[in-house]
């Protein structure tokens, strides 16, 4: 494997991450609150329709990123509807939003243009641009350093250095600020919140919000950054994969830059090399193309026991009278 090579499988590796990133974090703030959201997978999807259906008719990016957030937050507030104000089981809820919106966004895409649940293609301004990084051009002639700037770091879309932005601001807003420090009291002991005299509802309730925003912008990228338009069950599981990278991550910003980038990176390396040749034993395609999925039952099987979840994680908190 050569140095170009390494430089193309990490080039993919980071857009790839980059809607696991979002989902992770979206949870990340669901679940610090107390919220847990299988859901993340549904409010990618619909998110991901939302953005080609509203880029395919307007022509405008920006309409698709703001349709996406609008349906990813209305998903969360049925989510947030049924786990915080009705008490109900988190776990149902988010089952029944992902089959909710795997079942809504095919049946709205036959009916609305007619392609077997797609959305038409995307094309120029409907799609978010690739942005050249200052000094990506000069610098590509120097050696080692160059080309890993200019094709590494530079030339991903907006949302791509959003996303790896969005882990320091996490990290600063949950470690650094009152809010923080009190939605993680909400997801540990949301009595004490409670005696202090702050909104445990509230707090649920803006971690819910944030999620809706997090997988919109995920969806968005899907479908207007990583893809060109919509598809069925475009999404493949990501949502699923983003829970394991946050247990992975300990339900820590930081942490879940690293584990994302580790199923960006399996991604890639599976779509570079669609089969390996190790001499005596060859891995098919199959298997390669299974590597995330692989690496999310490893995960799940070795680090859930040895992982600290939020103890008020998934409980539905009654205000003590």
């Not at 030339?155 to 470690?175: D, E, K, Q």
Request: charged content about 10%.
């Amino acid at each position: 494997m050569d140095y170009a090579t390494i430089l193309q499988i990490l080039d993919s590796a980071i857009r790839l991450m980059t809607p696991l990133l979002l989902a992770c974090l979206a949870g990340l703030f669901s679940e610090r609150a107390g919220i847990f959201d299988i859901g993340l997978e549904g409010k990618m999807l619909i998110a991901a329709f939302a953005a080609g259906a509203a880029g395919a008719w307007s022509g405008s990016v920006w309409a698709a990123l703001g349709a996406a957030i609008l349906a990813s937050c209305a998903l969360a507030i049925i989510h947030g509807l049924a786990s915080i104000t009705f008490r109900g089981n988190q776990l149902i809820s988010g089952v029944a939003i992902n089959f909710l919106a795997s079942g809504l966004t095919v049946l709205l895409g036959q009916s609305w243009f007619g392609l077997g649940g797609r959305t038409p293609a995307l094309e120029g301004t409907a799609r978010f641009p690739a942005l050249a990084l200052p000094g990506s051009a000069s610098l590509g002639d120097v050696p080692l350093i160059g080309p890993a700037y200019a094709e590494v770091v530079s030339g991903h879309t907006l949302l791509v250095y959003a996303a790896i932005l969005l882990v320091p601001a996490s990290w600063w807003l949950l470690y650094r600020t009152r809010f923080g420090l009190r939605l993680r009291a909400v997801g540990d002991n949301p009595a004490s919140v409670d005696t202090a005299g702050v909104s445990v509802m509230g707090l649920r309730w803006a971690a819910v919000a944030i999620t809706g925003v997090l997988c919109g912008l995920a969806g968005a990228y899907l479908a207007a950054g990583l893809s060109a338009g919509f598809v069925k069950e475009m999404t493949a599981g990501r949502g699923y994969i983003a829970l394991a990278a946050l247990i992975f991550a300990n339900w820590r910003p930081w942490r879940a830059l690293g584990a994302t980038f580790l199923f960006g990176l399996m991604e890639a390396v599976a779509n570079r090399y669609p089969e390996i040749d190790l001499g005596p034993v060859m891995i098919p395609s199959m298997v390669m193309a299974a590597l995330p999925y692989l690496l999310t039952v490893v995960i799940l099987a070795g680090f859930i026991g040895r992982a600290t979840p939020p103890r008020a994680g998934g409980q539905p908190y009654v205000k003590e009278r």
